[in-house]
């Protein structure tokens, strides 16, 4: 008799601890969701396979288990917001908290920028760019997408915007 009273007593509590879970992470889902930050607004950055500037292969997968900062573009703009990116994760490097930078360029395109351990450069030719971020919309050279550890696309930030650059160094540090 006792044993029946504590298996309902057991299982009216799991099933309060299930409910309250699926309440906490419907509400942060819909507040990421109104902020169009989160998964959910984005999806995942699309696969691809490239090389960097010094020849060593790197392809999606190597996304996961990192925050990162995605740009690409042709022009000297590109170097301008790399260095502010390689800025921010020096910036916000303490510990485990850090921030990776992936750059992608046309093939023509000579970087200025310093190669560190924060950035990659991907060459890529229009073709490969095209199937790359096509499936994400315009993506102008101003624009900085932030990748989570998971590799979903957290943010879409225009770097011309104060209002974006300060959203981004928030929103980097929400998932960092």
Do not use: C
Request: no cysteine; charged share 20%.
């Amino acid at each position: 008799m006792n044993t029946s009273k504590s298996l309902t007593v057991d299982r009216v509590v799991w099933v309060f601890v299930i409910i309250l879970a699926f309440v906490i992470a419907f509400s942060i889902l819909q507040r990421d969701k109104q902020r169009n930050f989160g998964g959910l607004a984005y999806g995942g950055f699309p696969e691809f396979s490239l090389h960097t500037t010094d020849g060593k292969p790197f392809d999606y997968h190597r996304l996961k288990a990192a925050v990162w900062a995605i740009h690409q573009g042709s022009s000297p703009r590109v170097d301008d917001i790399a260095n502010q990116l390689i800025f921010i994760a020096q910036a916000t490097a303490s510990g485990k908290r850090h921030m990776k930078l992936l750059t992608f360029v046309g093939n023509q395109h000579s970087t200025t920028g310093i190669a560190n351990k924060y950035q990659y450069i991907l060459p890529a030719s229009p073709a490969e760019l095209n199937k790359i971020f096509g499936k994400l919309g315009i993506i102008r050279e101003d624009t900085v997408l932030l990748i989570d550890q998971n590799g979903a696309i957290r943010g879409r930030y225009d770097f011309t915007s104060p209002d974006d650059f300060r959203s981004f160094r928030q929103d980097l540090l929400l998932i960092l």
